[in-house]
């Protein structure tokens, strides 16, 4: 009875996603993000110099509007480079191949900052979904949809030890007016918001608590605690 309820409410779809995200890409990827960094660093010293950036940026638009290309998104991101290939046999593909793309983000004062940044792909699906008669998904089902990814992969990763500051999920909601540098402008906020962290811990200070990012309180849905979909889990996840 309850899965008839959660299937009729789409409420394990977004779930799904997350716990498939985490699975079969994030928990295998993540582990070696910062030492892609640190080979990319040793070669070259000048970028990215803030330790606390050398992590993987997930974006995660509330739209579920993923651009193929982050230039396209906002001309103010340029790619510069792939990190260190990560190769794999997995699910019978031999020598599979895992990447992240670095990029420079320009800031308004003209200064480039560096970082791996990507989309969570699984919001294409919630996208095409959307689009499609079949899964019969309105706009707003979509958000809530993509509210509960986003809140789900949070607590995901939250209790991932594998997984532990290697990643930044950047959740936004794009403004009702479009904005050319809206991207770029939310993606270097987050990494002043880390450069700050890694100056107060090299000071001894209490780092800032930023008061404008987009965290879970802000991100609700109308549904109860007791209608969500539960982990096969026994430990309190």
Not at 78 to 86: A, G, H, I, P, S
Not at 135 to 151: G, N, P, T
Request: charged residues 25%.
């Amino acid at each position: 009875e309850m899965s008839e309820m959660s299937e009729r409410s789409k409420q394990n779809v977004a779930h799904g996603l997350a716990w498939s995200y985490y699975i079969g890409y994030l928990k295998i990827v993540l582990p070696r993000v910062k030492k892609s960094m640190e080979e990319f660093s040793r070669v070259n010293p000048n970028l990215p110099a803030c330790r606390k950036t050398w992590k993987l940026h997930i974006l995660v638009p509330l739209s579920c509007d993923v651009y193929d290309e982050l230039e396209k998104a906002d001309s103010n991101i340029q790619y510069v480079t792939d990190l260190t290939e990560t190769t794999l046999a997995r699910a019978g593909t031999k020598k599979r191949v895992y990447k992240h793309s670095l990029y420079a983000i320009r800031d308004e004062e003209n200064q480039l900052w560096h970082c791996a940044v990507e989309y969570a792909t699984p919001l294409q699906s919630l996208y095409a979904m959307s689009q499609d008669e079949c899964a019969a998904f309105s706009r707003e089902e979509r958000l809530e949809q993509a509210k509960l990814f986003y809140r789900t992969l949070e607590e995901i990763l939250k209790g991932s030890k594998e997984c532990a500051d290697a990643y930044r999920l950047i959740a936004y909601e794009e403004p009702e007016e479009a904005e050319s540098h809206f991207l770029s402008r939310e993606i270097v906020w987050h990494l002043q918001q880390e450069h700050h962290e890694e100056v107060t811990v090299l000071e001894g200070s209490h780092p800032h608590t930023p008061s404008t990012t987009l965290d879970s309180a802000e991100l609700n849905l109308q549904i109860s605690v007791s209608d969500l979909p539960q982990p096969l889990r026994t430990d309190g996840f």
